[in-house]
């Protein structure tokens, strides 16, 4: 594999940008292709930062366990009406190998 690949830098070029392409913008959802909605409490806005943190239930799309960890938000504004301590659900991507909060509102 490794001669017939450096004999082909082009080709081996090619493949890693499909590939990278491919991954960078993966949205977090079931086989119906609908955004995954999960369930988390706010522990942390960082609106400086554009940041959530958030103890989420597991994603079961993307396979990932219940934990607590910072997300970066797709924008800004999503966060002016969050603050610890509230229930929500969200929607998250894959964008450029980073998980990024693509949805999130109060929990019903």
Known sequence: M????????HLTVFVAALLSLAASTHAASPADGKPEVVKAE????????????LKHAAIKSIKMAAMTMPFKVKDAAMLE???????VIFSVALVDDELV???????K
Not at 4 to 9: S, V
Not at 42 to 53: A, I, Y
């Open 101 to 107: 909060v693509t949805h999130i509102q109060a929990a």
């Open 2 to 9: 490794k001669k017939f690949l450096g004999a082909r830098p």
């Open 42 to 53: 706010v522990v942390k806005v960082d609106t400086g930062r554009s940041k959530v943190t």
């Open 81 to 87: 009406a969050l603050k610890a301590g509230d229930k």
